[in-house]
């Protein structure tokens, strides 16, 4: 079955760490994209990448950053500049980087502070 | 940019009553809107979408409603099951996806 994929579910962060979350898709989508998910809140857009080695910020992408390298694999760093990093983490994919297409969500990481 | 407003933030209906979500938004640029299941620990699941040159669509017990005019979209859930409790998002999309801030729904047995 095709799909997104993120992991891993859980992750703990110490002190000053990065920290690096896995989103992969099987979809053959061209455009991916990482949002953030607080209690309350909407989904909230960190970055997005609307083809292979190219990326754009989002509205919140102060101390995150990402690679696309590969077509099916959109990582997110949270770096220790994030200074409040609690939160779940979505990515999403969708067929084009036309904005009016759907978009697809993976199951999300759940980031927490130790 | 845009501002996506959402309502009811909860919402508690008996078995079998119909469910109403509105959403409002302040682009008129933005000319997708989809909406969005959510259940615990999961990722938000498309569940029906419109675009902006519809101005109603159904799909068995669920339809949306597109007021462009008003700027004010709808999310209608008839003969409510206790599977459909979830968290439900609207989203509007112009340059890019805006949210809402999503409706906890209770379908009560």
């Known amino acids: 079955d095709g799909g997104i994929t993120q992991s891993p579910k859980y992750l703990f962060r110490k002190e000053g760490q990065n920290v690096t979350l896995s989103c992969e898709q099987n979809?053959?989508?061209?455009?991916m994209y990482w949002y953030r998910q607080d209690p309350g809140q909407g989904l909230r857009l960190i970055y997005y990448s609307q083809i292979v080695n190219d990326f754009q910020k989002g509205d919140i992408a102060e101390g995150y950053s990402v690679s696309r390298e590969k077509k099916e694999s959109f990582p997110l760093t949270v770096t220790s500049a994030q200074k409040n990093p609690t939160a779940f983490y979505l990515c999403?994919?969708?067929?084009?980087?036309?904005?009016?297409?759907?978009?697809?969500f993976g199951d999300g990481t759940r980031l927490s502070i130790l | 940019g845009e501002n996506v407003e959402q309502h009811p933030s909860t919402l508690s209906v008996q078995e079998g009553d119909s469910a109403v979500i509105k959403c409002t938004y302040s682009?008129?640029?933005?000319?997708?809107f989809p909406w969005y299941k959510q259940e615990l620990g999961k990722g938000p699941q498309l569940i029906i979408d419109i675009r902006s040159n519809v101005g109603e669509k159904k799909d068995q017990r669920i339809a949306v409603t597109l007021n462009k005019t008003a700027k004010h979209f709808s999310l209608h859930i008839t003969e409510t099951q206790p599977e459909d409790s979830a968290v439900y998002f609207c989203?509007?999309?112009?340059?890019?996806?805006?949210f809402g801030t999503g409706t906890s729904l209770t379908v009560i047995p």
């Open positions: 979809l053959n989508h061209d455009a």
């Open positions: 682009d008129s640029a933005s000319n997708y």
């Open positions: 989203a509007a999309a112009g340059n890019q996806f805006y």
């Open positions: 999403a994919s969708s067929r084009q980087g036309a904005i009016n297409q759907p978009q697809h």
